[in-house]
C-alpha cells in the first residue's frame, strides 16, 4: 500500500511538473509574440494626419462606393477592393477601365491605415495620397482631376456634404477633399478581434496547440523578421528573391517594383512587404497574383526568403496560424447615392492616360 501511494505522489508530481513546463513554455512564446506583434485596436483611435469627423468618414464612404468618380461610370474604389471579399477584388490583377488588366494585384484595403505606405513600391506616402492614384490610371479609372470636380460639383447633395465635412474651407469641392474624404473613411476600415490578437492581448486559450505550433514555427524560422508589428507585415520594404529567386512568371522581369520610384539599382525587384492580417480571405498571393494556394505561397516564401525547405507539415502548421489572423470584419451598408444632374459629365469608354496599377 506504502508503495502504491509513494508511486502516486510520483505520478502526480510527474504531471505537475509536465503541467508547470508547459505552462512556462506557453508563457515564453507569449511574451515572444507580444515583442513582435501588436494587436489591432477594438476601436477607432485618432491617427496622425487624418481628421476623423462622422461628416467626413461618412462622405468618404459616399465617394468609396461612387463608380462616377471613373470615367465610366463603371468602376467606384469597392470594385477592386470589395469590402465583401476582405478588401481584394479576388483576382490575379485588377479589371479597369475598358476591360484593361492592370499589372499587379490588388492588396487589401483592410487595416491599411498602418502600412508604412501604400501600393506594392511604396509610391503613395499615405492613404490620401494612394486615393488619387486608381482615379487617374488608365488601366483603373481613368479619370481626371478637373472632371472628378465638374461631377462632384454638379449633384447638389455632394456639394452639401462636402460643405460639411469640411467647413473651414471656401471651395470644399475638390480633387484633394474628395482624397482626404475617402482616407477618413478608409482610415475606419479595421478588423479586430482576431483569434490571433486575443492571444497577444492576454488569452492563452485564444489559440489552439496547432495554432501555437504553427506561430512558434513562423517566428522560429524567420517569418516574423519581416511580417511583424500590428499588420503582421506592411512595415517595411525587402527584396522579392532574397536567397532564391521564384519563377518568371511569379516575379515578372518587368516590374522591377521600388526601382522605378527610388531609381536606386538596389531597390529593383524591392517590394513593400504585404500585411498578412485577414491572408485567407485574400487570394491571390504576390503582386503578381499568381499563386492561389496559401500553402503553397508559404512554401515558396520559405526558399525565396528565407533559404530553407519548409517539410508538408511545418507549411501546414504555419498556414493554420495564419489562419487566426481573420478579424472580424467591417459591416458597412451600402450608401444610396445622389442622382446625377444635366450638368454631370456622362460616362465615355476607351483607355487612355497613366498606367499606373497597384
Same mark, same amino acid.
Given at each position: 500500500?506504502?508503495?502504491?501511494?509513494?508511486?502516486?505522489?510520483?505520478?502526480?508530481?510527474?504531471?505537475?511538473?509536465?503541467?508547470?513546463?508547459?505552462?512556462?513554455?506557453?508563457?515564453?512564446?507569449?511574451?515572444?509574440?507580444?515583442?513582435?506583434?501588436?494587436?489591432?485596436?477594438?476601436?477607432?483611435?485618432?491617427?496622425?494626419?487624418?481628421?476623423?469627423?462622422?461628416?467626413?468618414?461618412?462622405?468618404?464612404?459616399?465617394?468609396?462606393?461612387?463608380?462616377?468618380?471613373?470615367?465610366?461610370?463603371?468602376?467606384?474604389?469597392?470594385?477592386?477592393?470589395?469590402?465583401?471579399?476582405?478588401?481584394?477584388?479576388?483576382?490575379?490583377?485588377?479589371?479597369?477601365?475598358?476591360?484593361?488588366?492592370?499589372?499587379?494585384?490588388?492588396?487589401?484595403?483592410?487595416?491599411?491605415?498602418?502600412?508604412?505606405?501604400?501600393?506594392?513600391?511604396?509610391?503613395?506616402?499615405?492613404?490620401?495620397?494612394?486615393?488619387?492614384?486608381?482615379?487617374?490610371?488608365?488601366?483603373?479609372?481613368?479619370?481626371?482631376?478637373?472632371?472628378?470636380?465638374?461631377?462632384?460639383?454638379?449633384?447638389?447633395?455632394?456639394?452639401?456634404?462636402?460643405?460639411?465635412?469640411?467647413?473651414? /474651407?471656401?471651395?470644399?469641392?475638390?480633387?484633394?477633399?474628395?482624397?482626404?474624404?475617402?482616407?477618413?473613411?478608409?482610415?475606419?476600415?479595421?478588423?479586430?478581434?482576431?483569434?490571433?490578437?486575443?492571444?497577444?492581448?492576454? /488569452?492563452?486559450?485564444?489559440?489552439?496547440?496547432?495554432?501555437?505550433?504553427?506561430?512558434?514555427?513562423?517566428?522560429?524560422?524567420?517569418?516574423?523578421?519581416?511580417?511583424?508589428?500590428?499588420?503582421?507585415?506592411?512595415?517595411?520594404?525587402?527584396?522579392?528573391?532574397?536567397?532564391?529567386?521564384?519563377?518568371?512568371?511569379?516575379?515578372?522581369?518587368? /516590374?522591377?517594383?521600388?526601382?522605378?520610384?527610388?531609381?536606386?539599382?538596389? /531597390?529593383?525587384?524591392?517590394?513593400?512587404?504585404?500585411?498578412?492580417?485577414?491572408?485567407?480571405?485574400?487570394?491571390?498571393?504576390?503582386?503578381?497574383?499568381?499563386?492561389?494556394?496559401?500553402?503553397?505561397?508559404?512554401?515558396?516564401?520559405?526558399?525565396?526568403?528565407?533559404?530553407?525547405?519548409?517539410?508538408?507539415?511545418?507549411?501546414?502548421?504555419?498556414?493554420?496560424?495564419?489562419?487566426?489572423?481573420?478579424?472580424?470584419?467591417?459591416?458597412?451598408?451600402?450608401?444610396?447615392?445622389?442622382?446625377?444632374?444635366?450638368?454631370?459629365?456622362?460616362?465615355?469608354?476607351?483607355?487612355?492616360?497613366?498606367?499606373?496599377?497597384?
Amino acid at each position: 500500500m506504502k508503495k502504491f501511494a509513494f508511486c502516486l505522489v510520483l505520478l502526480i508530481g510527474a504531471a505537475y511538473a509536465g503541467y508547470v513546463l508547459a505552462e512556462k513554455d506557453s508563457d515564453e512564446l507569449m511574451q515572444q509574440a507580444q515583442s513582435q506583434f501588436k494587436p489591432i485596436p477594438t476601436e477607432l483611435q485618432e491617427i496622425e494626419g487624418i481628421t476623423l469627423t462622422p461628416e467626413r468618414i461618412e462622405l468618404g464612404k459616399w465617394l468609396y462606393f461612387d463608380p462616377r468618380l471613373s470615367k465610366s461610370w463603371l468602376i467606384s474604389c469597392n470594385t477592386c477592393h470589395n469590402l465583401a471579399l476582405g478588401g481584394v477584388d479576388l483576382e490575379e490583377t485588377s479589371i479597369g477601365h475598358g476591360w484593361a488588366k492592370g499589372p499587379r494585384n490588388a492588396p487589401t484595403v483592410l487595416n491599411s491605415v498602418f502600412n508604412i505606405a501604400q501600393f506594392w513600391d511604396g509610391r503613395a506616402e499615405d492613404l490620401q495620397a494612394q486615393a488619387k492614384g486608381p482615379v487617374q490610371a488608365g488601366v483603373e479609372m481613368n479619370n481626371t482631376p478637373e472632371r472628378v470636380e465638374q461631377t462632384l460639383k454638379s449633384i447638389p447633395e455632394y456639394v452639401q456634404r462636402f460643405r460639411k465635412a469640411f467647413p473651414g /474651407d471656401s471651395n470644399p469641392v475638390t480633387f484633394d477633399n474628395m482624397a482626404d474624404a475617402i482616407e477618413a473613411f478608409e482610415a475606419t476600415l479595421l478588423t479586430p478581434g482576431s483569434p490571433f490578437d486575443k492571444y497577444l492581448n492576454g /488569452d492563452s486559450q485564444a489559440l489552439s496547440k496547432a495554432q501555437k505550433k504553427g506561430l512558434k514555427l513562423f517566428m522560429n524560422k524567420g517569418c516574423s523578421t519581416c511580417h511583424n508589428g500590428i499588420n503582421v507585415g506592411g512595415g517595411s520594404y525587402h527584396p522579392f528573391g532574397v536567397v532564391e529567386k521564384p519563377g518568371s512568371k511569379i516575379l515578372p522581369e518587368a /516590374d522591377k517594383g521600388r526601382f522605378v520610384v527610388t531609381e536606386t539599382a538596389s /531597390d529593383k525587384y524591392v517590394f513593400k512587404v504585404p500585411s498578412l492580417r485577414n491572408i485567407e480571405l485574400t487570394p491571390p498571393y504576390f503582386h503578381s497574383g499568381q499563386v492561389w494556394d496559401l500553402e503553397q505561397a508559404v512554401a515558396i516564401m520559405g526558399s525565396s526568403q528565407l533559404g530553407i525547405k519548409l517539410s508538408r507539415n511545418e507549411t501546414a502548421a504555419i498556414v493554420t496560424f495564419l489562419k487566426t489572423l481573420t478579424g472580424e470584419q467591417p459591416r458597412v451598408e451600402y450608401p444610396i447615392l445622389p442622382p446625377h444632374t444635366k450638368g454631370t459629365p456622362l460616362p465615355v469608354t476607351g483607355v487612355s492616360g497613366n498606367v499606373a496599377g497597384h
